[in-house]
């Protein structure tokens, strides 16, 4: 379609392309912010996608990728992502993509040290602090396996 409406909002839209990465739904709030009509949005959505000009999964892990030094865990950064617009399964995909055995380690390593921190003063029976602590990492999203290797470090 190349009515002016539609080749004005593509304008806008590839201007937006151009400054960064954008996924499909936060582009199409920016472009109704602009004050674009919802059909002319969702075909340029359309076209730009077809282009690969638009994709959701490679937002998706730029977006991880920039935030994992960041963040408190898998969790929180999945409900970040979601929170964009990008599909829960493509969000959880992208993320296990990223989330590396080491990475994943090196994030749940920060979370308890932030952890400890806020619980310095409290002092319980160690067992339960572990399972308590186990419980707490496997909500937060981090897979039985790092928190094993973490718990079973020496």
């Given amino acids: ?4 409406e539609y080749l004005k909002a593509e304008k806008t839209a590839l201007n937006l392309i151009a400054r960064a990465e954008q996924c499909s739904a936060g582009l199409a709030r920016k472009l109704e912010k602009r004050k674009h009509d919802s059909s002319v949005i969702n075909e340029v959505i359309s076209s730009l996608t077809g ?4 994709d959701d999964s490679r937002y998706a892990r ?10 408190r865990s898998p969790r929180q950064l999945l409900s970040s992502l979601c929170a964009k617009g990008i599909d829960r399964d493509e969000a959880a995909s992208a993320l296990s993509s ?8 090196a994030l749940l390593e920060r979370f308890v040290k932030k952890y400890e921190r806020k ?22 999203g981090f897979s039985m396996e790092a928190v094993q290797r973490f718990l079973n470090r020496d």
């Avoid at 379609?1 to 002016?4: L, S």
């Avoid at 977006?63 to 963040?71: A, N």
């Avoid at 990223?98 to 380690?105: A, G």
């Fill in 119 to 140: 619980s310095a003063g409290k002092r319980d029976n160690t067992e339960d602090v572990t399972r308590s602590l186990k419980f707490l990492l496997r909500n937060e």
């Fill in 1 to 4: 379609m190349d009515t002016p």
């Fill in 51 to 54: 282009k690969k000009l638009i």
């Fill in 62 to 71: 730029f977006w991880l990728q920039s935030r994992l030094r960041f963040t």
């Fill in 98 to 105: 990223v989330l590396d055995e080491e990475t994943e380690f």
